[in-house]
């Protein structure tokens, strides 16, 4: 097999920071495992459209389509706030997700035990926390037609459109199952079905895929009371299948549980490519952070285990993410913390680099 | 003016129950006010389709746009969950909100002070907590056309369309200006601005209707922002305006950071009618719980409080509106609880009748 190759697309805000750390780990782990990476790195959402006028360059989309696997920082800023919708930073990211079909989004909520008590929620409801939201990423609202703002009888009016076919339920659907089969055998599939038919959609298709997993345990749920049980009960919770904007939120809302938005990576994976490696795509939850930006205050854990999730999914390196997920709670046993992870006065915050350097120390 | 005239459609599961003492609330309001109340009861949801057919009869629409206020109880259960879509208990609810043009849901999300240890949240992140979320209700996701399950090249595609008209953002957005105008003054607009064009002629339209409120201070964030920042510190929001869909997550999310979902009511408000007030249904924010159907053990509150929004909303009762809702604190402080206000084992339950008599006896 030739090189893994990695294209780092830091982005915005806080993105280059946490990046210059992820890339110490790669480098790291490059000579222990005497392995090659081969990185090449590039401009993606607002530093794009500062450079080329546009969020993401057509050379750069190339090479996303050429490398093992993306990792992306963060993109957006409030200076980019005004710019026409085509050219958002956050188009950038989606153009990414859709011309690579990046159809499957994990976003693992997990709470980590030396971080319980910055959940805002009790500790027993959230220590020990460990869930799996698969979001679909390549369609439904977010791509949609028609779409856009137009004049109807002298007003304007806003449309987006929530389209799912069958085939896309599913392809998304079998990564949940398969992901639920390596962990509790249990998946929850969220919809509006009670309102939306495309949400009648989705649970048919949901069901009817699950006789192919029968050892895994399918529930349905509606969106609202998946708000709402992921709020009183999260730990209810093993595997949960949504779609592109439930899963949004739904998502957004369980990485707030855990307390910790600055330790939460995700993967975005597409079908296999001819080398049998998936398309992929990895990211931090948290944004760009421009609030604390260039300032060395941002928390590389996220970054730092998205490729982890790389290593894991892309590289067939389960046991170095292991290892660099391993690394990374030692740091936090250990107390060393970044200004997010910390709330008492007088304790000095690790720099972002610090942090980066511990976790290198602790591998 | 007329005797206020009220249409009580208890719905299925719990409703019955529950309304059984909304109405000795009423009864007492009535004698100690010397007012008369016209009362008349109908069916709705699964109650309505197993003796009609359909989820809401044609009649009982036609009595719901001629009271001052129609109060309802809960609809579904699991009996009903294969039938067609469009028999569905939950179309019954839907075809009221829609008929009725109730196009501002008003759902607070409190914390009550002897309740607050009942959050799965930090006491300190709930105690005191007071948001007013203001729904978009007849439109969005929820009503725009096209929809439906199609076969396109051999395989299903379900389509739900969002649409929304300047009108229709305007419209809700100025309830919850004024709501703000009577509260803290600051309101929170949530949408997916960065993704949805519909997000971006919510933001245009609300930031114009902010220029009649120069005294509430407007912010914008998007819908799975909120969401974390919901679930991270709720304290930060006084009013929050969104669309349906966004709304029906964002404020059952809210719902449950108080802990105390049987105890929230809501109000759904419309244009004025010819007699002033306006057009409005009022119901608690719970489902029906058929779990527990039948068996005395539901809370009462969430449906006297729904009342207690009628007397304010509907019926220029304000006083007696705040009587009824501080009868429900006192007898909360006084420790009578419902087994959903419990988690001490050995405490012995009050029953829904015994919750709705100790009501009575605190007014
Ligand atoms: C930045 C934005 C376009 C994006 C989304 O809405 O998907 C983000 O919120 C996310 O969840 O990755
Ligand atoms: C019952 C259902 C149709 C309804 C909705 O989705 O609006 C409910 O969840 C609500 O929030 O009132």
């Not at 090479?63 to 963060?74: C, M, P, S, Y």
């Not at 896309?168 to 079905?193: H, Q, T, V, W, Y």
């Amino acid at each position: 097999m030739t090189n893994p190759s990695l294209l780092i697309l830091p982005g915005d805000g806080i993105g280059q920071e946490v990046m210059a750390e992820v890339r110490k780990v790669i480098d790291w782990i490059g000579a222990k495992r005497d392995v090659t990476f081969d990185v090449s790195e590039d401009l993606v959402g607002g530093a794009a459209y500062d450079e080329h006028g546009v969020p993401l360059a057509d050379e750069t989309m190339a090479k996303a389509q050429e490398v093992d696997a993306v990792l992306l920082g963060a993109v957006g800023g409030p200076q980019y706030d005004d710019l026409d919708f085509s050219v958002k930073p956050e188009r950038g990211l989606l153009r990414l997700r859709k011309e690579m079909d990046l159809f499957a989004n994990l976003r693992p909520a997990q709470c980590f035990d030396a971080l319980a008590d910055f959940s805002s929620l009790k500790k027993d409801i959230v220590s020990g926390l460990d869930i799996m939201i698969v979001r679909e990423l390549t369609s439904g609202v977010y791509f949609g037609e028609p779409r856009g703002i137009s004049e109807v009888d002298g007003q304007r009016v806003g449309v987006n459109t929530q389209r799912y076919t069958e085939a896309e339920i599913e392809r998304g659907a079998r990564a949940a199952f398969e992901l639920a089969m390596k962990r509790d055998k249990r998946l929850c599939s969220m919809e509006k079905a009670n309102v939306m038919e495309s949400g009648i959609l989705w649970r048919d298709v949901v069901t009817e895929v699950s006789k192919d997993y029968p050892e895994v345990e399918l529930s349905h749920m509606y969106a609202d009371n998946g708000a709402m049980q992921l709020v009183r009960a999260p730990k209810q919770f093993d595997v949960i299948y949504t779609d592109n904007l439930f899963g949004d939120i739904l998502s957004d809302c369980a990485a707030m549980l855990t307390g910790s938005l600055g330790m939460l990576p995700s993967a975005s994976l597409g079908a296999p490519m001819e080398n049998g490696r998936p398309k992929a795509m990895y990211e931090p939850v948290h944004g760009s952070a421009p609030d604390i930006a260039g300032e060395g205050k941002a928390n590389p854990c996220a970054c730092i285990l998205s490729f982890a999730m790389a290593l894991r999914y892309s590289f067939d390196m389960g046991a170095e993410a292991d290892r660099l997920e391993a690394a990374v709670e030692k740091v936090l046993a250990d107390g060393v913390r970044t200004g997010d992870l910390l709330n008492e006065a007088g304790v000095k915050p690790a720099t972002t680099s610090e942090m980066g350097n511990a976790v290198i120390a602790a591998l």
